[in-house]
């Protein structure tokens, strides 16, 4: 199906660029799931609520300061949310979620701070017509990107309307409309390298459509159409651009084999003559295999490729390349433990001076973590993490590694899907 969950989508993102790390359901086997498995009725009401405790640990290097010196700190935060599914008759269904969350650091005050995030879907899941349309909104405190240790306080607003129809016993067409407003501060962050980030506030537009083949229910592939513009509030002649792209998709769901996959080619210019935005012609990608190696191993491969906006007005983009690999495993019933790794890099389109000579500016990004987690009760899992980023590249002062040892709890007081191969909705 092309409607997708919320939950699929990162925080901060852009137009159509949500990456795949999990197993999912189809949309109406996620509606039947929460219709039929939620935990508390209020008539037709299904209420999912939950408490995240997360994100609960130690980072070595959160931000350099002037001196250009590690700043490392404690940080934890505090989620309590609430799934919500109404039905209208056995068609039609509103889905809709809200979470609060504080931000807790020790030392760093500044970035303590509230966040909320929260969302409704309307869908109609119709013989042969599926259409639903989605409202997002998402005010938090995070990470702006794989650039560089810069967090931000980030607003970001979005919407899209989707529709499917069945023209054939085996093959429908699609299309899908998609608006996202970005705001982002760091304006009274106290170490350096912030007070960039306002540079990227911007509107994107996007729009999707295409044929998609349904071999069976749980095997289908797809080809499409792309077109995405950004307009932003600063420097918007040399960072506006629109694009244009072609791309084909693969979803494979059998209970040992998973496969999703979206690829194809993008090109995207610059809106003004006399601007600065190099055109680019690329291919991208995002994709995610599993596959049971034993009944409680399971190896995953992950990836993509995708062009990411960066603060730098001479280099107002950069390729975002990621492709890894985990393996975890199941210790009975209540333990899981598993271990990753991801290579890739960042790289820039336009030469740029390091030292007294001209380059074009790639960082290497090595990534490699380990998961141990704990079902302590049918609705409660703990889990402890520790992962190191290390970034290496052509341009002195670059540099970076971080060090996350973290650990988290969540209850959830419907639903819970834990352990490996667990299926998110």
Do not use: C
């Not at 303590?112 to 109609?124: E, F, M, S």
Request: proline share 3%.
């Amino acid at each position: 199906m092309i409607l997708a969950a919320a939950a699929s989508r990162p925080a901060m993102g852009q137009v159509f660029e949500s990456t795949v790390s999990a197993r999912s359901l189809q949309l109406p086997d996620q509606v039947k799931e929460e219709r039929e498995n939620a935990r508390f009725r209020l008539g037709a009401v299904r209420l999912m609520p939950y408490l995240n405790l997360k994100d609960v640990g130690y980072i070595n290097n959160v931000v350099e300061n002037a001196a250009g010196e590690k700043l490392a700190d404690y940080t934890a935060t505090v989620a309590p949310g609430a799934r919500f599914l109404i039905p209208f008759g056995q068609k039609v269904v509103l889905r809709a979620g809200a979470e609060s969350a504080y931000y807790w650091w020790k030392d760093l005050t500044y970035l303590r701070g509230w966040g909320i995030t929260g969302d409704g879907q309307v869908l109609g899941l119709f013989n042969r017509l599926t259409i639903g349309a989605e409202g997002r909104y998402a005010d938090t405190i995070q990470l702006l990107n794989s650039e560089g240790n810069v967090r931000t306080h980030q607003k970001q607003s979005s919407g899209d309307a989707a529709v499917e129809v069945e023209v054939l016993r085996r093959l429908s067409v699609f299309g899908r409309y998609e608006a996202v407003q970005t705001r982002l501060d760091d304006s009274g962050f106290a170490e350096s390298g912030q007070g960039l980030s306002q540079v990227l506030d911007r509107t994107e537009y996007g729009a999707r459509g295409g044929l998609r083949y349904r071999f069976d229910a749980r095997f289908s592939v797809g080809a499409m159409g792309q077109w995405t513009k950004a307009q932003f509030v600063n420097e918007p002649v040399d960072r506006d651009n629109e694009g244009f792209g072609a791309l084909v998709s693969v979803r494979y769901d059998r209970e040992r084999f998973y496969v999703e996959l979206t690829g194809g080619y993008q090109q995207a210019k610059g809106m003004y003559e006399q601007g600065v935005f190099p055109e680019y012609r690329t291919g991208t990608y995002t994709y995610f295999v599993s596959y049971f190696v034993a009944k409680q191993v399971e190896l995953q491969v992950s990836g993509w490729r995708r062009p990411q906006y960066s603060y730098y007005l001479d280099n107002p983009y950069f390729f975002e390349t990621r492709n890894g690999a985990a393996l975890n495993f199941g210790l009975g019933h209540h333990v899981m433990l598993g271990g990753n790794f991801s290579l890739g890099t960042n790289a820039y389109p336009v030469e740029v001076l390091a030292g007294s000579t001209l380059v074009r500016r790639r960082d290497d990004a090595v990534t490699v973590g380990g998961t141990l987690g704990f079902v302590l009760t049918p609705t409660m899992n703990l889990a402890v993490n520790v992962r190191s980023d290390r970034y290496t590249s052509n341009v002195s002062g670059i540099d970076r590694s971080v060090l996350t040892v973290s650990g988290g709890v969540n209850w959830n007081f419907g639903m819970l899907r834990v352990g490996v191969g667990a299926r998110t909705p």
